[in-house]
Structures are given as C-alpha cells and as structure tokens.
C-alpha cells in the first residue's frame, strides 16, 4: 500500500516524511506531538476538496500532502487563500490511486453507520465485476462524444487523430452511495460502547485489500477492548493499518507494525512509552535517515539480529535526546549515524564508513533502476551522477532504493556486514 507520506505546511508540520514502505504502523508521542496531524493529513489527500483554515500552519504558504505509491509519487496542494485543491500531480496518473480507500476514524469517532457506507464503497470496488467496468467505460465515452457531437465537433474515426482526447474513468465507489434505513437493524446504535464493538465487527467481518484505516488514539477508538485482539484483527483484515497511541499497553499488543516515534523534542514521555516495547531483553537500535529503516531491518536480519532488535526511526535531530532518555530508563539502546555525523561509542553512538547508506546500494540496483552507477565514494557525487540522467528529487532516488533495497541485499553485502560488526560490538 502507501510507501510514504510526505506534509508540508500542515498544522504541526513544517516539513516531514514518514516511510511505511506498506507496513503496518503505529505513531507514538504525547500530547501535541503532532501523531494526530499525520492521519488527518491522510484523510484531506484523499477525502478533501478543501480543508480548514486552521490546518494551514504558515497562512501565506499552501499546504502541500504527498504519497509515494507503487514507485510513483503523488501530490495534493491546497491554497493558502482559498484553502481549495490547487493541483494534483502528476494529474494524467490521478486515477491510479482512486482505487485506495482512506478510512480515518478521528479522536472524536465516527458513527457505525457512517463507517459503514465507507466500508461498503470499499468492497463496492472489489466486488463490481470487471465487464461490468468496460460497460461503464463505454457508456461514459458515448456520453462524451454525444456531448461534442450535439455542439457540432465530430469525433474522428480513429482517437489518435482527435483534437479532444475522451479518456473515460470509471471510479465505481464515485458511483455508489447508500441512504440507511435501519428498520430496527441496529446499525447506528446511540450507545458509544456498542457503536465500538460494531465498527470493529464490520472492519474483521472482510477482508479490505485496498483499504487504508487511519486510527486516531487507538486506546480511545477500542476502548474496554482487548488490543491484542483489536490490532492483531485489524492488521489481517485492513490493507494498511496507521495507528496513533501514547499508551504503552498498546505497543505491547502492536502486532507487526512497526513503532514512529513522534514529535520534535522526544523527551522521558516518549521513552517510558517505548519501555513497553521491551520484551524477551530485545534492544533498539535507532536509525535517522526517513529512508533508512527498509536498509537497516534486512541488514538486522541477515547478520541474525532480526529477533533481537527493535528499530526506531529516530529523525536525525530527534536522536541525541531519544537515545539518551532511552538510556536514563534503562532500556539498551545502539544509534547508527550515516558516516558525515560524529559517532560517540562511548554511549552507544556509531557512525558509518560511508557518507550515507544509498552509497552502499549494490550496483545491480542501480542499474536496474538508473541504468547507471554513480560514484558511490561521495554522496553529493553520487546523486548528481543519477540525476544527470534523469530527473529526479534527492528523496526521490532515496526513496526509490528504499523500496527495493531488501531485495538486493545478502549476508555478504557491505553495508550488512558493517551493520553486523558495529552491532555486535554494541551489544
């Protein structure tokens, strides 16, 4: 599903990414730490037409949301000034990402009913039979071309040769709605506890493949519920499950998400939250690069630290006060800086060799996703060399070895025999 998100100028977030690379994942922070900002980001990329003033951060910037999705990058910019969609980029692909369903239940929750109809146009595109697609696709280019024909343009014979290109889209959830009328099914109950245990019913009750739920204060959301059996149901069931909590009885019972620290000064908050990640004299290992987690968890587990770690996105400037108040509570922490930081092994702060991990991307990669190999003994070298082929952001060709990197990478690749000697040196 989602690989990344990218906000920029959205309530708590001047400029961030956060890489899922279609994991599972739950957000961790306090109050304020910006966890509930990222799913509502979600929620205006794929919901909105226009979003509310008070989500604009810096009033005289738009507010730009992004996804990386199947190696393609898709934007959203609001206006500042009319707070209305501005673009969509790349708009010619648009339609390839209407099939996803965002499903955010906020704070606040939402109605088992409402949840319901939302639910229903989800499966509606799953179940509408692909005949039944081509069928709706003819019916719209006629209608087009009957449009034209009554204001006189005649469609040429062959679509090549028209000045006006008909492309029908046929986006079968646009086309699907429901009015309720429960006639006593109680499906939109008034009682909190029992819209809960309905909605929770509904997202297990199938299975959503092209479903992304964003839950926000997942204790809140399922409240007097088990949350091992919450998550666990969740994440079998929903394509892509996003999680906020900053109760540690919840990251207890994560599943397989994987675990974001939130927020731009961690403090001993966040660390006592993440001591519930301990389990089984597991240590962490913190990684600061947005694209680095992918390179880190194949390198873990080919050098068989796979079972003995967490691994925390840390941010690069988040990681210093993280790593230390992880340490004054006593969980054991190990930090891999790329090799331009300072390490200080003395407490557990270790540097690479090379300037950055894309400098360690096996050249069977690199040629099959740039069709070159760029210097790889500098890093500025190294992202000039690629996009003077072709063009392309720094995070673009970040993000685009991070999505693969797992694939290419051995017990004998250099970057993972690196990270298995400064680990088990650490630990």
């Not at 304020?32 to 226009?50: I, P, T």
């Not at 892509?240 to 620290?261: C, D, E, F, I, N």
């Not at 740039?370 to 995070?395: H, M, W």
Request: charged share 25%.
């Amino acid at each position: 599903m989602l690989q990344s998100l990218f906000i920029q100028n959205f309530r708590a977030w001047e400029n961030q990414t956060f890489t899922f690379n279609g994991e599972h994942a739950v957000f961790v922070g306090g109050n304020d730490s910006g966890k509930s900002s990222v799913l509502q980001a979600l929620d205006c990329f794929f919901n909105r037409e226009e979003i509310d003033s008070s989500f604009v951060r810096d009033k005289n910037k738009d507010v730009s949301i992004g996804i990386r999705y199947n190696g393609v990058t898709y934007k959203k910019t609001f206006s500042a000034k009319t707070l209305r969609v501005k673009s969509r980029k790349p708009a010619a692909h648009w339609h390839d990402i209407e099939s996803i369903h965002y499903i955010y239940l906020p704070a606040n929750l939402k109605t088992s009913d409402t949840v319901m109809k939302e639910l229903a146009k989800a499966r509606a595109d799953m179940l509408l039979p692909e005949q039944l697609q081509k069928a709706l696709s003819v019916v719209a280019q006629r209608a087009v071309e009957q449009v034209l024909a009554g204001a006189g343009v005649e469609m040429p014979a062959d679509p090549a040769t028209a000045k006006v290109s008909v492309i029908p889209k046929v986006v079968p959830s646009r086309a699907v709605d429901f009015t309720v009328e429960t006639n006593g099914i109680p499906v939109a109950g008034n009682e909190i506890g029992h819209q809960k245990r309905l909605t929770f019913a509904m997202l297990v009750g199938s299975n959503y493949r092209n479903v992304v739920l964003g839950v926000d204060d997942v204790e809140r959301a399922f409240s007097s519920m088990d949350y091992e059996t919450v998550i666990a149901g969740l994440e079998s069931h929903v394509g892509q499950v996003l999680m906020t909590t900053h109760a540690t009885s919840v990251l207890q019972h994560r599943g397989v998400a994987m675990t974001v620290p939130v927020g731009s000064n961690p403090g001993s908050g966040m660390a006592a939250v993440l001591k519930g990640l301990e389990s089984e004299g597991k240590a962490f290992l913190l990684v600061e690069g947005k694209y680095d987690l992918p390179w880190y968890k194949a390198a873990a587990r080919l050098a068989g630290f796979g079972q003995r770690l967490d691994i925390l996105p840390a941010g690069g400037s988040n990681l210093d006060e993280l790593r230390r108040e992880m340490a004054r509570v006593g969980m054991k922490c190990v930090a891999i800086v790329d090799g331009d930081t300072a390490p200080d092994e003395r407490v557990g702060k270790f540097a690479l060799a090379r300037e950055c991990v894309e400098l360690y991307t096996p050249d069977e990669l690199l040629m099959d996703l740039f069709g070159i190999v760029p210097p790889l003994d500098a890093k500025k070298e190294f992202f000039r060399g690629i996009q003077a082929t072709r063009q392309a952001s720094e995070n673009g060709i970040k993000a685009a070895i991070s999505e693969h990197i797992a694939s290419y990478l051995d017990a004998n690749s250099p970057f993972v025999v690196e990270v298995g000697d400064i680990l088990r040196q650490a630990l």
